[in-house]
Nanobody
């Protein structure tokens, strides 16, 4: 069983920065790709950024140069550095991990950007 725990969300003013963390708990399970998604109220959950075990990243077009995903493999932890935040970045941010057992989700962390 893989458990994902996100942290780092909160309330920030427009133009500010936040760094989200996602720690994984689960022994003997190989974790492959990991990613951050976000879901605003009334909207679908969208991919923000993904990173492979080898460090290859992919970012959604809407957040390129604004968000940076990173990973520490020996800790099975990923981060999302968010800068120049805008009110439209307000959402619940979810961590996702892919293993041979399937796709796993965290509970989410709320990010609210005030104007």
């Amino acid at each position: 069983q893989v458990q994902l725990v996100e942290s780092g969300g909160g309330l920030v003013q427009a133009g500010g920065s936040l760094k989200l963390s996602c720690a994984t708990c689960g022994r003997g399970v190989g974790i492959n790709n990991m990613a951050w998604y976000r879901q605003a109220p009334g909207k679908q959950r969208d991919l923000v950024a993904a990173i492979s075990r080898g460090g290859t990243t992919a970012d959604a077009y809407s957040v390129k140069s604004q968000f940076t995903i990173s990973r520490v493999n020996d800790k099975n932890t990923i981060y999302l550095q968010m800068s120049s935040l805008k009110p439209e970045d307000t959402a619940t941010y979810y961590c996702n991990a892919r293993t041979l057992l399937g796709s796993h989700w965290g509970q989410g962390t709320q990010v609210t950007v005030s104007s």
